[in-house]
């Protein structure tokens, strides 16, 4: 009962927030309209500004302070919650073999999945390229700036930490937290009851992090997605919106299909469940992940919901969902190959079947290295352009549309790449016996 009404207030939180920020919106388009900046200027400092940004030392921002505490308060444990979570779960798995199986399923899953997403989202774009809907203009736009592209392949090189306490630094290396973490209760499970003091070290700081977990989320969550969202919406402009409405379509009913009928579609051929108690269950997770933007924000609410009341054993998905939330970025891949689309469409480039296949190949890899943060899906994104050669300067341009006006479909993103990693995790579950379908179907 506590859960449902947990999820009925978090969907309240977000109607109001896309309520009260569409109106602060038409409130700024209205003001700036008829010459009133000024006003909207005062507005903005005291409710949304960014008071981190260079200059910012007039703004109060209450909104953005609100919003910016709770996701740190959840951002704070990430790196503990993933090294004590995935310990916990080896030293829980007495069959190695066992071990072995739910790796190879996960991350074959991951692969699957995201190939599925790529090739979708691939026909998708070709289909509206090919009608001309993305030979749209872009003229007037500013450069964009603050992302020069790596390699992606570069995130393999990141996998294995050559400094340790540099792994347990950053929650942008999640990857060679969960290496460690694999080696530690791998080796624990290997020594088979020599090591007591730290497994029961971990245990305690996860059983610290649940309490922590549990009364930030029930207490704030609510008032958070509510100061997130308003925020979010009221800092954008009309103009912003107009440019490239085709591409703002067309992403986001790529993303609404694959969430709502990819994943059930999974749940349903895969794990042979009925997927609608999944799809009530989980809309709090993605109503959650779509507010924050934030992947890593989102894991622990996504694994509490996934053990407690969709069955998975906490050894399975204390592995799946931290490891899902680097690697498995279905929903920004899905983005990245229509944004590249568009992007090459609005700067002359020719597109064909062999480019989609690069594209798709480029995305799948710039998505795995892309870090669980708000907004980091658009910045990877020139990765896949660098690659395949869309440098000129429209398609520059082209890509500051995107950064522009990104930030609703990255929301959105971030719903998918929480969900897909829950899916895994039932799948997996499920083909291991690991699984409750009793707490699944209540």
Request: charged share 10%; glycine share 8%.
């Amino acid at each position: 009962m506590k859960k449902n009404k947990l999820a009925i207030q978090m969907f309240i939180g977000m109607i109001c927030g896309l309520v009260v920020g569409g109106s602060f919106l038409f409130l700024r388009e209205n003001l700036l309209a008829n010459g009133n900046s000024e006003l909207w200027t005062m507005i903005n400092n005291i409710l949304f500004v960014d008071i981190s940004q260079e200059g910012a030392t007039q703004g109060i921002g209450i909104l953005f302070i609100i919003g910016q505490l709770f996701v740190n308060a959840l951002q704070i444990i990430i790196v503990p919650m993933v090294f004590t979570s995935i310990v916990i779960a080896m030293c829980r798995i007495t069959d190695t073999k066992k071990l072995g199986r739910i790796s190879y399923k996960t991350i074959l899953l991951f692969a699957v999945t995201g190939f599925i997403g790529i090739l979708f989202a691939g026909i998708v774009g070709m289909i509206i390229y090919n009608m001309g809907y993305f030979n749209v203009a872009v003229e007037g736009l500013n450069a964009a700036t603050g992302s020069t592209g790596s390699n992606p392949l570069n995130v393999f090189l990141g996998i294995i930490p050559n400094n340790l306490l540099a792994a347990f630094s950053s929650n942008g290396k999640v990857l060679s937290v969960v290496f460690v973490a694999v080696v530690v209760g791998f080796s624990i499970n290997v020594l088979n009851g020599k090591v007591t003091v730290l497994k029961k070290i971990c245990e305690e700081v996860n059983e610290i992090i649940t309490i922590f977990l549990t009364f930030v989320i029930t207490k704030f969550g609510p008032f958070a997605i509510f100061a997130l969202l308003t925020r979010t919406f009221a800092i954008y402009g009309v103009e912003h919106l107009r440019p490239a409405l085709t591409y703002v379509v067309t992403t986001v009913l790529c993303l609404l299909i694959y969430l709502i009928f990819g994943y059930a579609s999974y749940i349903s051929l895969l794990a042979k469940l009925n997927p609608i108690p999944y799809l009530k269950k989980i809309t709090k997770v993605s109503v959650f992940g779509f507010s924050t933007s934030s992947s890593a924000a989102t894991l622990p609410m996504n694994i509490q919901t996934t053990v407690e009341e969709l069955g998975v054993k906490d050894e399975v998905a204390s592995f799946v969902l931290p490891l899902g939330m680097t690697v498995n970025m279905n929903g920004t891949a899905i983005m990245q190959v229509i944004a590249t689309i568009f992007i090459a469409a609005s700067a002359g480039y020719q597109i064909n079947f062999m480019s989609i296949i690069f594209i798709g190949a480029l995305a799948l890899i710039a998505s795995v290295g892309t870090p669980a943060a708000p907004g980091a899906g658009a910045v990877i994104l020139f990765t896949v352009l660098s690659g395949m050669g869309f440098t000129n300067d429209a398609a520059i341009l082209a890509y500051s549309l995107i950064l522009a006006i990104n930030r609703p479909i990255e929301m959105l993103v971030t719903s998918l790449n929480v969900v897909g990693d829950s899916t895994t995790a039932i799948i997996v579950a499920k083909s291991e016996n690991l699984f409750d379908e009793d707490i699944y179907n209540s």
